[in-house]
């Protein structure tokens, strides 16, 4: 494999992935693994991310040398570059100048690692810290106005290191560098795409559940649709499918999940109504991360509940279901606090969400996957575009899309208001365009309005149309205003409660997709 190493990088998994999309297999590795150890997986190269430390201070993770000389080809990336220069004996500072985000970029010498690339580029830096020289028998490739050796090589001995990241989308050379770095500096041939990784995962599943009984909680949404055909492409009739009803789902739902996923795949489903469950738990919380930590707990409880039924139906009493499939990303593990030192910026249903006495072990073969590569997998396995293409819906539903305490009523309202919205973007052919598109009800707030020359007092709905690429980060979609207009006259003639409809017109960052 290609190890990719991970010093506590925002975008340690991202470098997988590209590593991926270069048809090349990688796998992640803590840098608290010893050099022996590493070399004893036999990695054909290795990355070394960036990392938030500075390599000269005192308890910095620092790279044994021993790495550089077993003659594997070894990429540094921004922390990983100035460990590698630092382990070689260069000198490796303070930066005179600081440079984060787009940074002009002088390329020295178009050849090795940047082989092609033009004399004058941007590239994507963060970094306070510099590598003033190369260390012995390195060449200086590219410098920036903050970073004196921004590139370098040694191919004699195949290390190589770069101060940007290649591994942003903001970095217009990216993919070709790393590109360059597997097939011509290392020399891998193409060996990766999706279904090797299906295999992969179809052997990991079967050894991993052998004979046991597996059920799997199904949304409708792409994730844990591609999860269900995975493990049941590897374990066929042991998988059941449970899909809840937990009361927050959209207009039309779960007839329509239960019928499109059934016939595409025939898995063996079972649907639970477990609303009125839901709801009671739920009453009169507001505070978002209680909410999801109800529904977290929730689906867990069900699913639990759901399990006899299962050994029921598979004419395996006295057995347990000992295994739960989860459509888990990696974007939900990251977001949820799971990185390696991330933040929890909002615990996802099914990982931050978790209650912690769960009995079931789970399966979740995405987990290290982003949205696009699923997508492709989906296809792979010869699921339908209504599924593949399916624009997310999150797990907790309009419970976290109802901003105060969830009720009967509201939810009605809320699920009218959706409706409407999701008719008009398809009418008007946006749906692929949009990433997705949360309708939002702010139930506890008010506003004036005149409606059949009445006055209204009512609350307004939040337009959130969304792109993105795997919703670590997006932008808000620029709707057609007559759409737009469309949508606004439609939610507040045919929802009597609700007089003023906006629209959410911030990125992700500085706010989240949801709302909650
Ligand atoms: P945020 O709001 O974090 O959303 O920007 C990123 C993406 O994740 C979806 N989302 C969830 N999906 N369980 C899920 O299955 C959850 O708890 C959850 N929270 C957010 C959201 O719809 C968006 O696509």
């Not at 499109?260 to 505070?287: M, R, Y």
């Not at 949820?336 to 399966?363: E, R, T, Y």
Request: charged share 25%; with cysteine; aromatic share 6%.
């Amino acid at each position: 494999p290609v190890l990719v190493v991970d010093f506590g990088a925002q975008y340690a998994q991202l470098i997988a992935r590209r590593v991926r999309e270069a048809n090349v297999y990688s796998e992640l590795v803590p840098h608290s693994m010893p050099v022996d150890e590493m070399l004893a997986k036999d990695p054909q190269a290795i990355i070394l991310s960036g990392g938030p430390a500075s390599v000269f201070e005192p308890g910095a993770p620092r790279v044994d040398k021993k790495l550089f000389e077993a003659g594997v080809p070894v990429l540094g990336i921004c922390y990983g570059f100035q460990a590698m220069a630092y382990a070689l004996g260069a000198n490796v500072d303070k930066a005179a100048l600081g440079e984060y985000g787009k940074t002009e970029t002088f390329i020295d010498k178009s050849e090795g690692l940047l082989d092609g690339s033009p004399a004058d580029q941007n590239t994507w830096m963060s970094h306070g810290v510099a590598v003033k020289t190369a260390p012995e028998g390195f060449e200086v490739l590219a410098h920036t106005e903050g970073a004196p050796v921004a590139a370098m090589q040694d191919e004699s001995r195949k290390l190589y290191g770069v101060q940007w990241h290649p591994e942003v989308k903001h970095t217009p050379m990216g993919q070709q560098l790393i590109e360059t770095f597997l097939h011509k500096c290392a020399g891998l041939g193409n060996n990766w795409d999706a279904s090797s990784i299906i295999e992969d995962q179809v052997a990991k599943i079967r050894e991993k559940v052998g004979d046991a009984q597996v059920i799997c909680g199904l949304s409708g949404g792409v994730d844990s649709a591609v999860a269900a055909a995975l493990v049941h492409k590897a374990i066929g009739d042991q998988l059941t499918c449970v899909f809840v009803d937990h009361g927050l789902l959209r207009k039309g739902e779960a007839e329509q999940v239960k019928h499109d996923f059934v016939e595409a795949t025939g898995i063996k489903l079972i649907a639970v109504d477990a609303s009125e469950d839901f709801l009671t738990a739920l009453k009169g919380v507001s505070e978002p991360e209680k909410k999801r930590k109800i529904i977290g707990e929730k689906f867990i409880r069900t699913f639990e509940k759901a399990q006899r039924q299962v050994i029921e139906e598979a004419g395996a009493s006295g057995k347990e279901v000992k295994f739960l499939v989860q459509g888990t990303l990696y974007p939900d593990v990251v977001e949820s606090g799971g990185g390696d030192g991330a933040a929890n910026i909002k615990s996802h249903h099914n990982v931050g969400g978790l209650p912690d006495d769960i009995k079931f072990q789970l399966v979740e073969p995405l987990r290290t996957l982003f949205k696009d590569e699923v997508r492709a997998i989906g296809t792979e396995l010869g699921l339908p575009d209504e599924i593949v293409w399916r624009q997310p819906f999150p797990g907790p539903g309009l419970g976290i899309r109802i901003i105060g305490e969830i009720t009967k009523e509201r939810l009605d309202l809320l699920r009218e208001a959706d409706a409407i919205a999701r008719e008009e973007l398809s009418k008007a052919g946006l749906d692929r365009d949009i990433w997705q598109c949360p309708v939002v009800l702010l139930a506890d707030v008010h506003s004036v309005g005149v409606q059949g020359d009445e006055r209204t007092y009512g609350s307004p709905i939040v337009l959130r149309p969304v792109s993105s690429e795997d919703a670590m980060t997006a932008d808000w979609s620029r709707i057609p205003y007559d759409v737009l207009a469309t949508i606004s006259t439609r939610i507040t003639n045919e929802c009597r409660q609700i007089n003023r409809v906006v629209l959410d017109c911030t990125s992700k960052p500085p706010a989240t997709i949801e709302w909650e």
